[in-house]
């Protein structure tokens, strides 16, 4: 019986851009839905941008461009990086749309009208720096519960504790460096305790949740009263007004969650389609999440409840998977294991991914670990040396012909494995993809010892033995196939490739279970290489490149240096030589004696010390920011070769250096302590 399937994925930021670690989730859901396409089911794949919040508009006002303008861009970078990897949507919208705003309304009233908001003063940090209350995601500091450090204002991934990020010891912000302020505002809550009991249920009945997610709510959470729900953010915010309490805004978790519900009616209005039929409370529509552990609370919590209230479809199932470590480590910026999805694919087939990502996928919430000598090793004796090495080791042979009018005697190999294909489906839909790909390899080396023993590279060139070769070569192009339909959802390029060889597109499930015969054999053409090691350290390596480069730019970032001196005083286009800057003899030089100048406006006349009986007399037009009495003392740099020049005031032998566009706005330069008169400055 058919089913009507709705997947999502969580929404990925629009602040950053994809990567590896991103595309566990991406890929392990595209293969899920692929594999229900397969099997002739309807199912959708929906997801979009998630785009409010303080970080887009902080972005947005640095680069002097509207947020519109921000994620727009990283939506097209996004999608670009979505499509290099096979991952197709039926539908990527964004949550600062029509149908978003439309559907968090609706929900709203639904939740006033259900007596669950209330009205609360939150002590919260604000960023004095960026001028902003600070979301949860933008502090960082040490966990409160277990101490340790770098944790986001929300929850630990160390010891799983949630907490106020006012709770944070140490807390910087993650906008601009600064230590945040407490300060007080109004916020908006829902009491989801008057849920408790639904929320009960709804966790720990009829397989919603892996039974390690169920438990892990039922002892964490649900064991006490559940707390208030803080889901408004006051002025300034990038988001949704919320209508009924002017200058608050939703806060991002609750606009985002919604995002699956808007890009799905967003997708039926392009279609014309029934968005109720999908997502009210008596569809028959299954909803699947697919999501990462460190948002189950929201997903599991929070979301169901707005659901219930508002009257709409409840989640069947939410897939929850863990995070990706590379090497056995936590992804590293400085050791170039935070790979971005488009360093990936500058250098690397994205099916080697698609492939060990559902070797490594089980239906639990563990962590995967890529070992790149393992992906290596992996993709190049699964894919190359036994999945694609049978097509290889045949195809050539009858290229340009045909397969036999008869499928031959092949010892029961078509038969079993068509009878596999059962256990396999079973596996994929539990989203157990690691017990998938073992059985699959293991038709792959029952096919590839059927080729060994009959050895057809041995009869091409016996004349009498065509006919022979031609069923050899038909048995083992049927098993290829029917092991290529088994892999379709995780590799389709393969699939589309072998569809081509064999003259017949793999369209569904029940393609592995009848062979092919006397159907035209195309030109093989190559399917697959070997993974080069060479580039998956060239990936490495630009990663750390691009890391340094972030690093540079972070530095930069966290002053708030601007390009507005530039851009008055442009640098010089001319360059100088080493032999030019050596010229100039710049020195520490102190202030001995400073005073007015009669009759001038701007200068002050400064006799500067370089040490023992050398004094140079220096008229330096810093009137306006200096007071002469204060400047008596003080080490400053001087130019101490300049040639003299005679002023209506007398001789000036040098120059003083500062900076600064002038006015107000001079600054003199000044060594640091330690540094004596006559020191040269290099």
């Not at 919603?208 to 006051?234: C, I, K, T």
């Not at 999805?341 to 239906?363: E, F, M, Q, V, W």
């Not at 993709?379 to 090495?389: E, I, Q, R, W």
């Not at 017990?435 to 699959?440: D, G, K, Q």
């Amino acid at each position: 019986m058919s089913r009507r399937i709705l997947v999502t994925a969580a929404l990925p930021y629009a602040n950053g851009h994809i990567h590896i670690g991103h595309l566990v989730e991406y890929i392990q859901t595209d293969i899920w839905v692929r594999f229900q396409k397969l099997r002739g089911h309807r199912c959708l794949y929906i997801c979009a941008d998630d785009t409010h919040g303080t970080a887009i508009m902080i972005r947005a006002r640095q680069e002097g461009r509207s947020e519109e303008a921000v994620i727009a861009d990283m939506q097209e970078a996004h999608l670009r990086d979505f499509s290099g990897f096979d991952i197709e949507f039926d539908n990527f919208g964004s949550t600062n749309s029509s149908e978003n705003q439309e559907l968090c309304e609706e929900i709203w009233a639904a939740l006033r009208k259900a007596n669950l908001i209330i009205e609360k003063d939150v002590t919260q940090l604000y960023d004095p720096e960026a001028e902003t209350f600070l979301a949860d995601r933008f502090v960082q500091g040490e966990c409160p519960s277990c101490g340790a450090s770098k944790q986001y204002g929300d929850s630990c991934d160390k010891c799983g504790a949630t907490y106020s990020a006012t709770e944070l010891n140490n807390p910087v912000s993650k906008l601009s460096g600064a230590t945040p302020e407490v300060r007080t505002a109004k916020h908006l809550f829902v009491q989801i305790e008057q849920l408790h009991d639904f929320l009960t249920e709804w966790t720990q009945s009829d397989d919603h949740l892996q039974s390690e997610v169920a438990n892990y709510l039922n002892g964490h959470f649900l064991s006490d009263a559940l707390r208030d729900w803080d889901v408004s953010r006051p002025a300034p915010y990038f988001g949704f007004e919320i209508p009924d309490s002017p200058g608050n805004y939703w806060y991002v978790w609750f606009d985002a969650p919604i995002g699956y519900m808007a890009s799905t009616k967003a997708w039926c209005k392009k279609e014309g389609e029934d968005f109720d039929s999908w997502w009210r409370a008596d569809s028959d529509a299954e909803i699947h999440h697919f999501i990462g552990k460190d948002i189950q609370y929201f997903h599991c919590l929070f979301w169901p409840a707005m659901l219930k209230t508002a009257g709409f479809n409840l989640p069947t199932k939410v897939h929850i998977h863990g995070f990706l470590n590379v090497n056995g480590e936590k992804m590293s910026k400085s050791k170039g294991t935070f790979v971005n999805a488009s360093t990936y694919l500058n250098h690397l087939d994205p099916a080697y991914i698609r492939y060990y990502y559902a070797t490594k996928l089980g239906p639990r919430v563990d962590d995967l670990d890529l070992n790149l000598t393992d992906f290596q090793t992996k993709v190049d004796a699964d894919l190359v040396g036994k999945v694609v090495n049978i097509a290889s080791r045949c195809a050539k042979f009858v290229a340009g012909g045909e397969l036999s009018a008869a499928y031959p005697d092949d010892g029961g190999l078509f038969a079993n494995a068509a009878k596999a294909g059962e256990k396999i489906a079973d596996a994929y839909e539990r989203c157990d993809y690691n017990t998938a790909t073992r059985e699959i390899l293991s038709l792959a080396d029952a096919a590839n010892q059927y080729i060994e023993n009959r050895e057809p590279w041995k009869l091409r060139k016996d004349e009498s033995r065509q006919d022979e070769l031609k069923d050899i070569c038909t048995v083992g192009l049927n098993l290829f196939r029917q092991i290529v339909v088994y892999l379709t959802p995780v590799l389709p390029k393969l699939a589309e490739q072998t569809g081509a060889l064999l003259g017949q597109e793999i369209q569904h499930w029940d393609d592995s279970q009848t062979p092919l015969t006397g159907t035209p054999v195309g030109p093989f053409q190559h399917m697959m290489k070997r993974v080069d090691p060479k580039k998956v350290q060239a990936m490495i390596d630009e990663s750390q490149e691009a890391a340094a480069e972030d690093a540079k730019a972070d530095a930069a970032s966290q002053y708030n240096d601007g390009p507005e001196a530039l851009e008055k005083e442009p640098m010089s286009g001319e360059l100088c030589t080493i032999d030019d800057f050596m010229k100039v003899d710049m020195r520490v030089a102190r202030v001995i004696a400073a005073g007015h100048v009669e009759g001038a406006d701007k200068l002050l006349q400064l006799t500067l010390s370089l040490g023992g009986d050398e004094r140079r007399n220096v008229f330096a037009g810093i009137k306006s920011c200096y007071n002469p009495e204060d400047l008596v003392g003080r080490l400053v740099v001087c130019c101490a070769n300049l040639k003299p020049r005679k002023m209506r005031f007398g001789t000036s032998e040098g120059m003083v250096l500062a900076c600064g566009p002038g006015g107000k706005d001079i600054f003199l330069l000044n060594p640091d302590d330690g540094a004596t008169p006559g020191m040269r400055v290099h």
